[in-house]
């Protein structure tokens, strides 16, 4: 059994910042792939970062120059850097590893007006 724990969210005033952090309870490889996903009230879950170590990050249009995918690796562990909040940014955002078949139990973002 892999589990993937999300933490770090919480309430924003629009414009601030927040960090969500994943821990991985086994070893994640510099070769797996790496993912940040949301899901909005009333929308389809969303891909918004992914990070491989042997490529450059890619991020969904909406978060680009906002949003920044990490990884510590003798941690087993990513992080969100999440810049410039917006609104629209309100939504549960889960950590995923494809290769591990694991998903995190997600964290609440909410970002006020």
Not at 12 to 18: D, P, R, T
Not at 29 to 41: G, K, V
Not at 84 to 113: I, N
């Amino acid at each position: 059994q892999v589990l993937l724990v999300e933490s770090g969210g919480g309430l924003v005033q629009a414009g601030g910042s927040l960090r969500l952090s994943c821990a991985a309870s086994v070893t994640v490889l510099s070769a797996d792939t790496m993912e940040w996903y949301r899901q909005a009230p009333g929308k389809q879950r969303e891909l918004v970062a992914r990070l491989n170590v042997l490529d450059s990050p890619n991020y969904a249009d909406s978060v680009k120059g906002r949003f920044t995918i990490s990884r510590d690796y003798p941690e087993n562990t990513m992080y969100l850097q999440m810049n410039s909040l917006r609104p629209e940014d309100t939504a549960v955002y889960y950590c995923h590893v494809p290769t591990l078949g694991a998903w995190g139990q997600g964290t609440q973002v909410t970002v006020s007006s």
